[in-house]
């Protein structure tokens, strides 16, 4: 069975790049959202298996919407993804929980390597 996925990016034609990756490499992507706000309700409402979720949104970055998403469910499995590969970020997004970080803009295969290596 396919692993479902949750993307979430403020950009659509990132969300399209991901999906594009995911799809390919046989995973169901089951939903997006623009920020972190509609993160946090569509991970409650799918119950994906594993979230790609960017940083730097409005409404909510992605970093507060992780630290929501883990109160909710603390074995919720997200992979940040951001264009900014400051330290402090990745630092704060592995604290926060997230089980990896790809820097953008990403080679398809890290992409499918940190999903694997965060459902495993």
Do not use: H, W
């Amino acid at each position: 069975m396919a692993n479902k996925i949750l993307i979430v990016d403020d950009a659509a034609f990132m969300r399209m790049m991901i999906k594009d990756i995911l799809v390919k490499n046989g995973y169901e992507v089951i939903g997006e959202a623009a920020d972190g706000v509609q993160a946090v309700e569509k991970y409650k409402e799918l119950n994906p298996d594993l979230v790609t979720m960017d940083i730097t949104m409005p409404e909510k970055d992605g970093i507060a919407a992780l630290k929501e998403i883990r109160e909710f469910d603390s074995s919720a499995k997200v992979i940040m993804c951001s264009a900014m590969g400051q330290q402090a970020m990745v630092i704060d997004a592995i604290q926060a929980g997230a089980k990896d970080f790809i820097v953008k803009p990403f080679q398809a295969d890290r992409v499918c390597e940190a999903i694997q290596k965060a459902l495993n």
